[in-house]
């Protein structure tokens, strides 16, 4: 599992969402129980090049690699018409790619944009690991009751 974060040039808190993702990575992929074996890698870049070279890596260890790209994770807030009025909550946004290895079959590539939350709830960076993997549980483990 090949995994970076592609975050918008003004986010905020860049060290702390990381830890997060890698923590709610590192849950899902260890308690998961759908993947036999894996293996997860921090790339500073998941351009094509780079992902080539790891996917051409893993021939013979691994049948797939599953490209992550981080691109939001983090608190939501929202004032609505009030400012007694908030809605809030976590927000993961995820564009995942599953490559075969050593190639063959087409890859499979999908966005996952998963949101928890509501009117007046507010939420800080705490929860994060644990919105990271209910986020990748709802894409790569669409059976599981998903919160």
């Known amino acids: 599992m090949l995994w970076a974060p592609e975050w918008r040039p ?7 969402r990381e830890a997060a993702a ?3 990575l590192q849950d899902f992929f260890g308690s998961s129980g759908c ?3 894996a293996a997860l890698r921090r790339m500073q870049s998941l351009g094509a090049t780079a992902v080539s070279a790891q996917r051409a890596a893993e021939a013979g260890r691994f049948d797939r690699v599953v490209v992550i790209a981080v691109r939001e994770l983090g608190p939501v807030v929202k004032l609505l ?4 009025l908030v809605e809030g909550g976590t927000e993961v946004q995820l564009h995942v790619s599953i490559l075969s290895v050593p190639g063959g ?3 499979r590539a999908f966005t996952v944009h998963w949101r928890n939350g509501g009117p007046g709830v507010l939420r800080g ?3 994060l690991p644990a919105d990271m993997q209910a ?7 669409p ?3 998903v919160r």
């Not at 003004?10 to 702390?16: F, G, I, S, T």
């Not at 018409?81 to 007694?84: D, F």
């Not at 986020?135 to 483990?141: D, G, I, N, R």
């Open 105 to 107: 079959a087409p890859p």
């Open 35 to 37: 993947f036999a074996q």
């Open 22 to 24: 890698a923590k709610g």
């Open 143 to 145: 059976g599981e009751a």
């Open 81 to 84: 018409s009030s400012a007694a």
């Open 125 to 127: 960076v705490a929860s």
């Open 135 to 141: 986020a990748l549980v709802a894409a790569l483990q």
């Open 10 to 16: 003004e986010q905020k808190d860049v060290a702390q």
